[in-house]
């Protein structure tokens, strides 16, 4: 089984990872990007086991871990048995609620463990570190809670079990519910076992309302679910921000040096998020989003030292994510090295222009959104007016491009058709408010690119679409040409493009994001996202059944959670790359909603 058999639980403020063996194995601290203070998913070489960077509940003798999500939720239960037929039940979850009129998450994790049969005996091992693994805390104790004190920050659980033995780690009988609250230094001032059941209640009813509250297909209804769910907890929603996944440093292969940081918004990313989530009615993400961006739109020009869009952002809007090596964990099954930042906010990516503008069209025609009022609509469009001047500027201009070549630079089809996506979507958006004169300008603009796209990216001796202009080659991005509004699905040099691309990328289930080397030689896993475009491209051009083919054996890859990193093992399908991966989710979605049959056809 793959040791991204993981759940995640959390709340839009933090999020952890629970292994197999109940074990939170990933937790960052205060926030997505924070300090890993439970880090052993990326610890997997460590010589001396001693379980930092884990917050563990080992059931004594135990024989089997049973694991479920609440139905329509991010609670996560689990069901140890021992040897001896005694049962316990653990209750993971992140506290999110309305409260005094606003979403309550505070950057806490809550676990209540209860008896179901006999009188099971549990270990407790809280082991957080601090400084990515290099520090182990100075810890204090009170009557019911410990303190985890590190440099910088200092962590508290609480607890209604024995203390003592939680500090010396020793078995206690299971004869009551317990509870544990683990998160800021502040202290819990109500009874903890109301407390967590108060939470608890009035957590599982607010993923249950958000949940009721989608537009789902008829067709793969529970996966359509949890994979909307996962995209919510990567929203870190204090700012609009979406991270691509919600951890570092996990290898795209067995021993590749391919592993990056992924907790940062990818502007291009965050689109694709941002239209799931809107297929499925799901708007109050892109409304949060709309904040940020119009915040980064406000920045564009005053970023020191560069003119271009950054492709990445913190969840703050930080610009500079200087990359470093986090020596003192051994990486995701010691295949090091560990990275903290990401060294791609340095790159030149002409997507992402197109990226925010297409992310803020939704807003413009959903009259939903208009009633409601105070979206500050001129403000917002003044700034996608300069995010899209810009991208006519440099739609023909070279870029490290949509898969973050290092040491490459070329004019990008992907990016330069995303440029002309935000010229057309402003025309539209223009025309849409009532700014004829400006839609003029911005439709002259999007027709003079399309044909200059369209004479130097399509190659006629390959009757192909290719990845830069005047190129040859083929990658991924090329069946998205449709879903952007470049061509029309039943465009014969769009239907001999996806043939193409079929060809030359396609390895068995899955698909390569392209079949060139590059700065880390070639592709050894497939790419998730790019099977489900696949799919997207199949349906398109009227392949309808062998999409729907491709799309079942896709869900197959997810993991016994229903999620999924961002890449699979070309021959056994084990999951690889940061989890889960919000591209991936996404593919799924728009996949399956675009499969699926009508409700009116179900019945």
Not at 233 to 261: K, M, Q, Y
Not at 543 to 551: K, N, T
Request: proline share 5%.
């Amino acid at each position: 089984m793959s040791s991204l058999d993981l759940a995640v639980i959390g709340n839009c403020m933090v999020a952890a990872l629970i292994d197999r063996r109940a074990r939170i194995v990933w937790c960052c601290f205060p926030r997505f990007d924070g300090d890993p203070i439970f880090n052993e998913l990326l610890d997997g070489g460590r010589k001396d086991d001693d379980g930092s960077g884990s917050f563990a509940m080992e059931l004594v003798g135990q024989v089997s871990c049973q694991q479920h999500y609440l139905e329509n939720t991010a609670v996560l239960v689990s069901v140890l048995e021992d040897r001896d037929g005694n049962a316990l039940e653990i209750v993971d979850f992140a506290p999110r609620f309305s409260h005094f009129g606003r979403t309550h998450r505070p950057p806490l994790l809550i676990r209540r463990v209860q008896p179901l049969r006999g009188r099971p005996h549990l270990v407790v091992r809280v082991q957080p570190t601090f400084e990515c693994g290099a520090r182990k805390p100075e810890i204090t104790r009170g009557a019911n809670h410990v303190r985890y004190v590190g440099p910088s920050q200092t962590v508290r659980l609480t607890t209604d079990a024995p203390v003592s033995y939680i500090l010396e780690q020793r078995q206690f009988v299971i004869d009551r519910p317990i509870s544990f609250f683990f998160g800021a230094d502040e202290p819990l001032r109500s009874n903890a076992d109301s407390t967590a059941r108060e939470f608890l209640g009035s957590t599982v009813d607010h993923w249950r309302d958000w949940v009721r509250a989608l537009s789902i297909p008829f067709d793969w209804q529970e996966a359509v679910i949890r994979a909307a769910i996962t995209l919510k907890l990567c929203n870190f929603e204090e700012t609009g921000a979406i991270v691509a996944a919600l951890t570092t440093s996990i290898p795209e292969a067995p021993g590749t040096e391919r592993n990056w940081d992924y907790r940062y918004c990818w502007l291009r990313d965050a689109y694709f998020v941002i239209n799931a989530l809107n297929r499925l009615g799901q708007t109050s993400t892109m409304e949060a989003f709309a904040t940020y961006m119009t915040n980064i739109a406000g920045d564009l020009g005053q970023l020191p030292g560069r003119l271009d869009m950054p492709p990445l952002f913190g969840i703050t809007r930080e610009v500079e994510l200087e990359e470093r090596f986090a020596p003192a964990l051994t990486g995701y099954r010691g295949m090091g090295p560990v990275r903290i930042g990401n060294a791609a906010y340095t790159q030149i990516q002409n997507d992402a222009y197109g990226a925010l503008v297409l992310a803020a069209v939704h807003a413009f025609f959903d009259r939903r959104l208009i009633r409601r009022g105070g979206r500050g609509e001129s403000d917002l469009f003044a700034g996608l007016e300069r995010l899209a001047a810009r991208a006519v500027a440099v739609f023909d201009v070279p870029d490290a491009g949509p898969w973050e070549l290092r040491t490459k630079a070329s004019v990008h089809t992907f990016s330069s058709v995303m440029c002309w996506a935000a010229a057309d979507r402003m025309a539209l958006i223009a025309n849409g408010i009532g700014r004829p004169e400006r839609a003029a300008i911005w439709r002259t603009e999007a027709d003079r690119m399309h044909a200059v796209i369209t004479a130097r990216a399509f190659n006629p001796e390959r009757n192909s679409f290719v990845s830069t202009f005047d190129g040859n080659e083929l990658d991924a991005t090329l069946l998205l040409l449709n879903d952007l509004g470049f061509v029309t699905p039943d465009d014969p040099r769009f239907v001999s493009t996806v043939e193409a691309v079929g060809a030359a990328l396609r390895r068995g289930k899955l698909f390569l994001r392209y079949d060139t080397a590059d700065d880390f030689g070639h592709m050894q896993t497939g790419f998730l996202i790019c099977g489900f475009w696949y799919v997207d491209a199949l349906w398109a051009i009227g392949r309808r059944q062998e999409a729907r083919e491709l799309f079942e054996e896709m869900l197959r890859h997810r993991n016994s959670f229903g999620l999924l990193s961002e890449d699979a093992d070309l021959l056994t399908g084990e999951l690889w790359g940061n989890f889960p991966q919000t591209y991936s989710m996404v593919g799924l979605i728009n996949s399956a909603v675009r499969l699926s049959r009508s409700w009116e056809d179900a019945f």
